[in-house]
């Protein structure tokens, strides 16, 4: 190994580290990101709504158990 087959020095970067290279043979396009926030970003909400309706359930057949419906 020497200097004339590269000498195991660094290939200099075509791009800089912090960039994505391009692919070859891509067809992806950039997209726009959609904007944040709305209902279905808070799956809280809709765990809450589960475990109410859960609860209104159960309510309901420990009612008729016992004789109240």
């Not at 087959?5 to 960039?19: C, F, H, S, T, Y």
């Amino acid at each position: 190994m020497g200097p004339e087959d590269g000498g195991g020095m660094a290939i200099p970067l075509i791009n800089p580290p912090e960039e994505t290279p391009p692919a070859e043979g891509s067809i992806s396009e950039a997209h726009q990101e959609r904007a944040d926030g709305g209902v279905w970003e808070h799956p809280g909400v809709w765990v809450g709504l589960i475990l109410l309706q859960s609860a209104v359930v159960a309510a309901f057949f420990i009612a008729r158990t016992f004789g109240y419906g």
